[in-house]
């Protein structure tokens, strides 16, 4: 089982449509990071949340940070085409040395 | 300044050999992870060095080997290579050892045919 838990598997919307993906998890984290992939690329930070509750807004992506820091979320507005790609949530658990990574959401954006 | 760097970017081996990929972390980082991402899958932890020392490991057989160098650049050995071992092999790095912010290299794609 994945420590992190991400929600939808797969997502496919039409351009111009709002969208919110999941991640969660049963353990608290120090932090927890967003990345976006591309097919052949290695993942590209986003944003990195660090306080329970913290809302961060990168232009018409806004991240959330759980109270508890078990789960975060990321909340799409009028999604465009170059949106597509993985998005990857990743945590460092508290009093752990390694990022792990959830599974992610595969988000297309269709024209 | 370069950012993390790995090489080969493509290699293809055959069932039973051995294997070698190299990572230069991010210049002022000395941390170096590494992560192993099937396709179609998030990337999964393999291990972390620090002060070249594997630091962290996660559930992987002892076929995967590494090395972190006094430079902090690092290598990841995998010997008897399986056909499950296709994958992309992503190297990261940070500037301490429970960094907030981690940085990927372009990944290695290794083909085991």
């Known amino acids: 089982t994945q420590l992190l838990e991400q929600s939808p598997q797969f997502l496919s919307i039409q351009e111009g449509e709002n969208l919110t993906v999941y991640c969660n998890s049963s353990?608290?984290?120090?932090?927890l990071q967003w990345y976006r992939q591309e097919p052949g690329e290695g993942p590209v930070l986003l944003v990195t949340v660090v306080t329970g509750g913290e809302v961060k807004k990168l232009k018409r992506l806004t991240f959330q940070f759980g109270d508890a820091r078990k789960d975060s979320s990321l909340h799409i507005t009028a999604a465009q085409p170059g949106d597509t790609g993985l998005y990857l949530c990743?945590?460092?658990?508290?009093?752990?040395?390694?990022?792990?990574f959830g599974a992610g959401t595969r988000l297309t954006v269709k024209p | 300044d370069a950012g993390v760097t790995q090489s080969p970017t493509h290699l293809i081996k055959t069932r039973g050999q051995q294997v070698t990929l190299r990572c230069s972390p991010k210049s002022g980082h000395d941390t170096v992870s590494w992560y192993q991402q099937a396709l179609g899958q998030g990337p999964q932890f393999i291990f972390q060095?620090?002060?070249?020392?594997?630091?962290q490991r996660g559930n992987f057989p002892d076929r995967f080997s590494g090395h972190q160098f006094p430079n902090y650049s690092s290598e990841l050995n995998v010997n008897a290579l399986l056909l499950g071992d296709s994958a992309l092999y992503l190297c990261a790095s940070s500037p301490q050892r429970v960094g907030n912010t981690i940085y990927f290299g372009e990944g290695s794609w290794l083909t085991v045919v």
């Open positions: 990743a945590g460092d658990v508290v009093n752990n040395n390694d990022m792990r």
């Open positions: 060095y620090y002060e070249e020392e594997e630091r």
């Open positions: 353990s608290v984290f120090s932090s």
